[in-house]
T-cell receptor, first 116, second 113 residues
């Protein structure tokens, strides 16, 4: 079965600094990869996704992520964070199949704190 | 569009009680899912549906039932609540597949005493 590891439970970044959130996955083939963001008291919102093609994907709110097959990673980046980026970030992986067999497997999340 | 709505927002139950968490979407999405979110555990899939009349189990289905009589509604039933079911429950919907963008509701925070 697939698995997702987000090594950092908490990350603190100064406003205006760059950000990288790590995500490693375990899967036998090329997975579907996702990053979701959860603001306090809210549901999750999709930031970006990778299915195939260009390994650098652009998302909403100025985020991007790069799929590196050799490292089984899908790290999320932003060049300059804003105080409004403070939230919980989840990486998720899905089977690369045509059906809806098992749904998404989510990582445990990384809590991003923005320092003024 | 209201998107995905969930009721209630908060609920406290005693062990052994039953209840239904409501979920509705007005986007005509075929796919709907229920997740639970526990501290330090991320989200785990409970049940999902690929269309009206069709449901299937996810990663943690025990203790929960679902049905999908209409495209819009996907209620989650707890038959006999247990403290281990204390969690935040999210409903989500998507168009075209579970691996397309999922739209999440605001969640229901359930406490079982």
């Amino acid at each position: 079965a697939q698995s997702v590891t987000q090594p950092d439970i908490h990350i603190t970044v100064s406003e205006g600094a760059s950000l990288e959130l790590r995500c490693n996955y375990s899967y036998g083939a090329t997975p579907y990869l996702f990053w979701y963001v959860q603001s306090p008291g809210q549901g999750l919102q999709l930031l970006l996704k990778y299915f195939s093609g260009d390994t650098l994907v652009q998302g909403i709110k100025g985020f991007e992520a790069e799929f590196k097959r050799s490292q089984s990673s899908f790290n999320l980046r932003k060049p300059s964070v804003h105080w409004s980026d403070a939230a919980e970030y989840f990486c998720a992986v899905g089977p690369n199949s045509g059906g809806g067999a098992d749904g998404l497997t989510f990582g445990k999340g990384t809590h991003l704190i923005i320092q003024p | 569009n209201a998107g995905v709505t969930q009721t209630p927002k908060f609920q406290v139950l005693k062990t052994g009680q039953s209840m239904t968490l409501q979920c509705a979407q007005d986007m005509n999405h075929e796919y709907m899912s229920w997740y639970r979110q526990d501290p330090g555990m991320g989200l785990r899939l409970i049940h999902y549906s690929v269309g009206a009349g069709i449901t299937d189990q996810g990663e943690v289905p025990n203790g929960y039932n679902v049905s999908r009589s209409t495209t819009e509604d996907f209620p989650l039933r707890l038959l006999s609540a247990a403290p281990s079911q204390t969690s935040v429950y999210f409903c989500a919907s998507s168009h075209g597949g579970l691996y397309n963008e999922q739209f999440f509701g605001p969640g229901t925070r359930l406490t079982v005493l």
